[in-house]
């Protein structure tokens, strides 16, 4: 008799089947019982037992895991495809050559993009392209610090700072730090259109890494025209919120270009994105094509753009997951300040993304990455991260929150409360919580929208 299989019931089924070949495997090929140990234990912790709070971090449906599978067993995790469809360098792409365009049409309607290219494979490798190809050495450009919530690769150790960076002269006057308001997490619009019309930078890089409110794209698209300046927006962390409407549009307020990663707020494989209102015969776009490939990418992981195809399509029958996904911050957000631990920006609402930011210190006297292991013991998984007011990224004093992957598991506003009555007890009563926290976990084990 045939089980049935229902959308909560599919993973599970997958790792059973998985299991039963494991078992008819043995005795084929080398011994790989400690490897299945490692991750068997690793779906139990983090998977079904853990409540994870890390904001870059998200799963893919059983659907589109299932396609992953299957694109792997067609063997697209071992082919190459450089170049684009009908134009590659290598023969046999076939299966890619039709596979790609679906993804790239389907995200340009969601997006409502002229230009999308899925070829990147992380939000970081998409950045890369950008900078390889539209700067070069010496060239003046303007991004957030890393402790202004930027990126490391926006930073002056990072693919930015290593393209701008010329032998024997430092980046202070190429790579301007973009000013910021003194709550430390808006950009002062102002001050920047200032410092655009002095330095007239060929770039501007916003969009951040620790991400809770829109930034003012729109109050500086003029004076970065009338300067020359290319607005280059971020999104790996809230592209999910754009996609499902619940944050600012970077094109429509005047990006140039964007870039983002497919599997933080947009729940789909890891991978990188590229997109723009401006056609592709446009000279940065053009340039930014070159920096993908050959620039940084050669083989851009084919397997990978089938289960995209199916994470464009389930975002667009469940927009609601994204506007749920920023219900859920906010009353993360609202529960901890009820129970003694008042995140960052009060006077703002806390977020308007998918993020929370705390500052461990002040109420524990303990920095980030101490807080952050009290959590993990506990069962619930949250970063240590730079806040604004601090100066070291090795000394850090928050604890940055979000939450994806909980929203895509069912979790709504009332296990958000719970989830802060948790941490209250961990943070500030320094009990043991971890048998309440996987009861919490163990009772949403399905995902949802998809």
């Known amino acids: ?117 899925v070829r990147p494979i992380s939000g970081n490798n998409a950045n890369m392209a950008v900078f390889l190809r539209l700067l070069e050495a010496g060239d003046t450009v303007m991004a957030y610090t890393i402790h202004k919530g930027g990126h490391i690769s926006h930073a002056d150790v990072g693919s930015l700072g290593r393209r701008l960076k010329v032998r024997g002269k430092n980046l202070k006057d190429q790579l301007i730090p973009i000013p910021v308001t003194a709550d430390g997490y808006h950009m002062d619009v102002e001050e920047t259109k200032k410092l655009i019309e002095r330095h007239k930078p060929k770039l501007i890089v ?3 890494s620790l991400f809770l409110f829109p930034e003012s794209v729109s109050e500086i698209a003029d004076v970065c025209n009338q300067s020359g300046t290319i607005i280059y927006y971020d999104a790996a962390h809230v592209q999910g919120l754009i996609a499902g409407g619940q944050f600012q549009h970077p094109l429509k307020e005047g990006a140039h270009l964007a870039g983002a990663s497919t599997h933080k707020t947009f729940p789909g494989p890891q991978g990188g994105i590229l997109y723009s209102n401006s056609p592709i015969e446009t000279d940065y776009i053009l340039a930014v ?78 920095n980030g990455k101490t807080v952050e292991g009290w959590l993990e013991n506990n069962g619930i998984y949250a970063n240590s991260n730079a806040l604004p007011i601090d100066t070291s990224v090795f000394d850090t004093s928050g604890i940055r929150m979000g939450t994806p992957e909980m929203t895509r598991r069912g979790m709504m506003e009332e296990q958000m409360d719970r989830i802060a009555w948790l941490m209250k007890r961990v943070i500030l009563d320094r009990v043991n919580v971890k048998q309440e926290a996987k009861d919490l976990a163990m009772k949403f084990p399905a995902m949802q929208y998809w």
Request: net charge negative; proline share 5%; no cysteine.
């Open 206 to 208: 916003v969009g951040k």
């Open 1 to 117: 008799m045939v089980n049935v299989i229902t959308p909560e019931t599919l993973e599970d089924r997958m790792e059973q089947v998985i299991r039963e070949l494991i078992e008819l495997s043995k005795g084929v090929g080398v011994d790989t019982s400690d490897i299945e140990s490692i991750l068997f234990d690793a779906r139990q912790e983090r998977m079904k037992e853990g409540i994870n709070l890390i904001a870059s971090e998200n799963r893919m449906s059983p659907k589109a895991k299932l396609m992953y599978w299957l694109a792997t067993l067609a063997g697209l995790d071992g082919r190459y495809a450089e170049g684009h469809p009908g134009k590659r360098y290598y023969p046999g792409t076939k299966a890619s050559d039709l596979l790609e365009p679906i993804a790239t049409k389907e995200l340009a309607d969601l997006l409502g993009a002229k230009y999308v290219d």
């Open 289 to 366: 094509d070159r920096g993908v490939m050959p620039g940084t990418t050669s083989s851009h992981h084919l397997h990978r753009i089938a289960p995209l195809i199916v994470t464009i399509r389930e975002f667009r029958g469940h927009p609601e997951y994204a506007d749920q996904t920023v219900k859920n911050a906010r009353a993360l957000a609202e529960s901890l300040a009820r129970y003694g631990l008042e995140p960052d920006a009060k006077e703002y609402g806390y977020t308007m993304s998918h993020q929370v930011a705390l500052n461990v210190r002040r109420i524990t006297g303990e």
